[in-house]
T-cell receptor
Framework: GQNIDQPTEMTATEGAIVQINCTYQTSGFNGLFWYQQHAGEAPTFLSYNVLDGLEEKGRFSSFLSRSKGYSYLLLKELQMKDSASYLCAVRANTGGFKTIFGAGTRLFVKA | DTEVTQTPKHLVMGMTNKKSLKCEQHMGHRAMYWYKQKAKKPPELMFVYSYEKLSINESVPSRFSPECPNSSLLNLHLHALQPEDSALYLC??????????????FGDGTRLSIL
């Protein structure tokens, strides 16, 4: 089966750094995505990892360890507009390619 | 605004009504998806179309009927829905369904309420 775990909520201060963790158990692993979703809006793509290591994209970085079934999303220089849900999503080939979403981490950025 | 357009944005219907949700993209993507999302829950995959053919049906009840008339359009036909079907219905597309590094692009969704 597939299982994805993320913290339900996190709070951080404007200008700070926050790390959102994601652990997963899946067969047929084929990559991990992070999406941002503001309330009432569509998810938007942030990052993708398929090999171990760190991918950096401006203020956002994502890390993957396939052997540990672990990823994190690092957000630097937090801004108020970063308050949103962050969805960890695993792509798996289980007789067809599917993307399974974690429940999401609601991040609150305070002044 | 997203590159995937969904209509209508909101829909209220009775349990005996028949309605359709529409999704359109002009990015040349050959994979299109329907997801259902309840409040404070992650999107749940319903259907995947690859090159206009249904490739995945996640055991969705037959009161939901997908249709892919061409490579740019995806419909979801609704009939005899239940109150628990009230949710945000998201359409997404990606270049193909099998490319590992291809993110999905989501529409803004249709918020459906069943009376």
């Amino acid at each position: 089966g597939q299982n994805i775990d993320q913290p339900t909520e996190m709070t951080a201060t404007e200008g700070a750094i926050v790390q959102i963790n994601c652990t997963y158990q899946t067969s047929g692993f084929n990559g991990l995505f992070w999406y941002q979703q503001h309330a009432g809006e569509a998810p938007t793509f942030l990052s993708y990892n398929v090999l171990d290591g760190l991918e950096e994209k401006g203020r956002f970085s994502s890390f993957l360890s396939r052997s540990k079934g672990y990823s994190y999303l690092l957000l630097k220089e937090l801004q108020m507009k970063d308050s949103a849900s962050y969805l960890c999503a695993v792509r798996a080939n289980t007789g067809g390619f599917k993307t399974i979403f974690g429940a999401g981490t609601r991040l609150f950025v305070k002044a | 605004d997203t590159e995937v357009t969904q209509t209508p944005k909101h829909l209220v219907m009775g349990m005996t009504n028949k309605k359709s949700l529409k999704c359109e993209q002009h990015m040349g993507h050959r994979a299109m998806y329907w997801y259902k999302q309840k409040a404070k829950k992650p999107p749940e995959l319903m259907f995947v179309y690859s090159y206009e053919k249904l490739s995945i049906n996640e055991s969705v009840p037959s009161r939901f009927s997908p249709e892919c008339p061409n490579s740019s359009l995806l419909n979801l036909h609704l009939h005899a829905l239940q109150p628990e079907d009230s949710a945000l219905y998201l359409c997404a597309s990606s270049l193909t369904s099998q490319g590992s590094n291809q993110p999905q692009h989501f529409g803004d969704g249709t918020r459906l309420s069943i009376l």
